[in-house]
């Protein structure tokens, strides 16, 4: 009996153990099964000349995929404040901390093989560079005070922006709403003085304002002018319309006064209440400008000479370039009628100083036409330069020697690879610093890079620039 007792709670004890044996075994398949869902991706903190197409290029190697990155970041600035709140894919600053999600994420129908050469991507032609549908104001900012008349420029990305008549999906043109309610989505957007109609597909044009406070609606609609439905198809700015003075008047406007500037910079002037003509001829309340370098305002009613410190604008030029040497300088601007006589006032007179720092002795190359962020005609002219480089034409291979290259819309080329010659990839193999490019409306991004007489890319962040540009319609 004894036997038969302890053979049974022997069988109950190996019973229990293969019933918590099954368990355990259980619990750790379903746990590899259905992992704690973690989130994928790493920080990224933006450095000087970072654009969100080449950190796309970098982490994904595909450029395009920039709209991801954005996404992404806004989603983590909405938890965590350390990270960027992105409003303007085109401006990235200095220090922004960026949340860049695991091509699995970002891409969850295709496979995560990074490239080491992305191929370029053609220009779609009216179609903005994001996958995300969005309207905004480029000019003017939020807050802005602005002269009566002034010129009011739109962007979108992620659809297609041209003319009315025709209903495609992803597509439509604008609308301006001067002071008054956004129209309902799937109405029809009327055409008056408060509702004005952008049915060419414009994206620039100019507006005319009472003084004071206005609010400015943005508004995509179908071909029909019938409203899109969702905030991704409005934007919204405040500007201040101040009445501009009918007195004559010229000013510098740029560089400011305290400006530092390099040993060579551009300087652009204007005339309000003045024709700005070639000399020549004397016309009333017409004439031409000059800048005087460290020295005197002439008197008024004498001859402006003509020499190294008397720069002459005889043929009407608002913009010059210059060279000084390394310090401080004090630039006048002085107006004279078409015989150079100089005028009588102070308003045809105006000073900035300037600190010119000495250049660098490292080798570097930039654009200096249009500027970072510039709104652009569809055609608009290209300058470059470059230093402590010889710019020369291809053929040969000569030490600190190549030509200028600028990328549209796509990568740059990675070092030691050969450029190629295409629609994207323009060459200047003749040694050229100026073009005239031509360019679909939208934003388009720019990338300058040097390379040796084969069309070999050169290694470093010294032979490459970067622009954003807005191509108005």
């Known amino acids: 009996m004894a036997r038969k007792r ?9 019973a229990v153990l293969l019933v918590l044996t099954l368990l355990v075994v259980f619990q750790s398949s379903v746990s590899k099964a259905a992992p704690v ?29 920039w709209p991801a990155i954005v996404e992404a970041t806004n989603a983590k600035a909405a938890q965590d404040k350390s990270f960027a709140t992105i409003t303007n894919p085109s401006s990235l600053n200095v220090g922004q901390k960026l949340w860049i999600p695991s091509p699995t994420v970002s891409q969850p129908t295709a496979a995560a093989t990074p490239a080491t050469k992305p191929t370029p991507t053609p220009i779609a032609p009216k179609t903005a560079i994001s996958t995300t549908p969005r309207v905004f104001f480029t000019e003017p900012s939020n807050g802005a005070s602005v002269p009566l008349t002034f010129t009011a420029a739109m962007s979108a990305t992620g659809l297609i922006v041209e003319k009315s008549g025709e209903i495609h999906s992803g597509a439509g043109h604008m609308h301006i709403l001067v002071d008054t309610d956004f129209v309902p989505a799937g ?17 620039t044009a100019p507006i005319t304002l009472t003084p004071g406070i206005h ?15 969702g905030p991704q198809y409005r934007d919204t700015i405040t500007v201040t319309a101040a009445a501009t003075s009918t007195q004559p008047a010229v000013h510098f406007v740029e560089p400011h006064t305290g400006a530092t500037v390099p040993p060579n910079f551009m300087v652009k002037m204007a005339a309000t209440g003045l024709t700005v003509e070639k000399s020549g001829e004397i016309h009333s309340g017409a004439g031409h400008m000059h800048i005087l370098v460290d020295t005197d305002f002439v008197p008024a009613g004498d001859v402006i000479i003509n020499d190294a410190q008397h720069i002459h604008f005889g043929k009407g030029q608002l913009t010059t370039p210059i060279t000084l040497t390394p310090g401080i300088h004090v630039l006048h601007l002085q107006f004279a009628n078409g015989a150079h006589i100089a005028l009588d006032g102070p308003q045809y007179r105006d000073t900035i100083t300037v600190t010119v720092a000495p250049t660098s002795t490292q080798p570097a190359v930039h654009f200096v036409e249009p500027l970072d962020g510039a709104i652009v005609p569809p055609k608009f002219a290209v300058k470059m330069a470059a230093s402590h480089l010889t710019v020369e034409p291809a053929g040969e291979i000569h030490s600190g020697a190549g030509h200028m290259h600028i990328l ?4 740059f080329v990675p070092a030691g690879d050969v450029i190629i010659n295409d629609a994207q990839h323009i060459h200047f193999g003749k040694g050229q610093l100026t073009t005239t490019l031509t360019l679909d409306p939208g934003v388009h991004i720019l990338h300058l890079q040097f390379a040796n007489g084969a069309h070999v890319a050169l290694d470093g962040l010294q032979y490459r620039d970067t622009i954003t540009v807005t191509v108005k319609q």
């Open 6 to 14: 302890l053979h049974a709670l022997f069988t109950f004890v190996l």
């Open 187 to 203: 109405d029809v957007i009327i055409n008056d003085a408060q509702h004005i109609h952008f049915g060419k597909g414009q994206l």
């Open 408 to 411: 549209v819309d796509t990568d």
């Open 37 to 65: 869902a973690q989130e994928e991706g790493q920080t990224y903190i933006v450095k000087a000349g970072d654009s969100l197409y080449e950190i796309s290029g970098q982490f994904y190697g595909k450029p395009a995929n």
């Open 215 to 229: 609010v400015l609606h943005l508004q995509f609609a179908n071909g029909a002018h019938i409203a899109l439905d």
